[in-house]
């Protein structure tokens, strides 16, 4: 386990970040597709979340869809200089909000152009191969054809970096035998801890590991082991699981979303709990037990 501060960073693409990012995804509407119902508010986050420090901002054209690049333009753009953001291919949204795999290199392409155009962009620092397979679980298969599309894209000068999304260990090695991949974004949490070995393996190689749904997702965490470290504590049953992810390994860089900036405050103290080795052996329990 990792020792953290509130300004704790580590290196993503030659850029150094904050532990503590943003993810966008919350930005839309409900389940994630049409206009969020506080456009005034969806702004006000991203502008608080960069004056707090965020320098880390997830984000893909496939939220909304086209909704959240568009609401981060409006929002931030000219962007900082020591911004980076980082979004995601490899889907698209059908008209009842059902995600549709888009992986073929012409989908690729496309959805590169998108966000450049939605995020106001001349290249896009990095972008993660969102890999559908069991749409929040990784499953294995050659992704060989697509990263070759994007290395052709990242030749070209559109993209500088690419990254995975929803990858396996034998995904990311395959990646890495064609183009250098920077970052890796999986579902992990305190509870599915299926990427364990993933996340070591990355930290070994300096390549930071992602999770999306560091919360739970759409079903959020729920443990009583959770709640009563909170209570100690005195903070919320989340800002603990997000602490523990900052402790779990250096390499983790955190996108927690939200549309509310009573929300991004609690989000950003989590880098101010520090965990004892007694508290993490308990939160450590949790996961073994699940």
């Known amino acids: 386990m990792s020792k953290v501060t509130p300004e704790a960073t580590y290196s993503l693409a030659a850029h150094t970040v904050r532990r503590m990012g943003y993810g966008a995804m919350q930005l839309a509407g409900p389940g994630v597709f049409g206009p969020p119902k506080d456009r005034n508010e969806a702004i006000a986050v991203l502008r608080e979340a960069v004056a707090s420090g965020v320098n880390h901002i997830d984000t893909s054209d496939f939220y909304g869809p086209h909704v959240t690049n568009q609401i981060i333009r409006e929002a931030l753009h000219p962007y900082p200089d020591n911004l980076v953001i980082v979004t995601k291919l490899g889907a698209v949204r059908g008209e009842d909000a059902s995600w549709l795999p888009s992986m073929e290199p012409q989908d690729l392409e496309r959805g590169v152009h998108d966000n450049l155009r939605n995020l106001g962009l001349d290249a896009i620092e990095v972008v993660n191969l ?3 397979g069991k749409v929040h679980a990784p499953s294995e298969g050659t992704i060989a054809r697509q990263v ?14 690419i990254g995975l999304s929803n990858a ?3 995904q990311v090695a395959e990646a ?4 250098d991949i920077v970052c890796v974004q999986n579902q992990y949490n305190l509870v599915q801890r299926e990427d ?3 996340v070591d393996e990355l930290a070994a190689k300096g390549i930071p590991y992602v999770p999306f749904f560091p919360l739970g997702g759409f079903t959020p965490l729920q443990s009583s082991v959770l709640s009563g470290v909170a209570e100690r504590l005195g ?4 800002q603990v699981a997000l602490a523990w992810l900052l402790h779990r390994s250096p390499n983790i860089l955190l996108i927690p979303g ?16 520090n965990l004892s080795d007694t508290v993490l052996a308990e939160l450590e329990a949790i996961g073994r037990a699940a």
Request: glycine share 6%; proline share 2%; net charge positive.
């Open 196 to 198: 364990d070995a993933l």
């Open 176 to 179: 890495q035998g064609i183009v």
């Open 148 to 161: 070759e599309a994007l290395a052709e894209l990242q030749r070209k000068g559109l993209v500088r970096h």
């Open 258 to 273: 939200t549309s509310s900036r009573g929300h991004l405050r609690e989000n950003m103290q989590a880098a101010q709990l």
């Open 168 to 170: 396996t260990s034998t």
């Open 235 to 238: 903070a919320t049953p989340m």
């Open 130 to 132: 969102r890999i559908m």
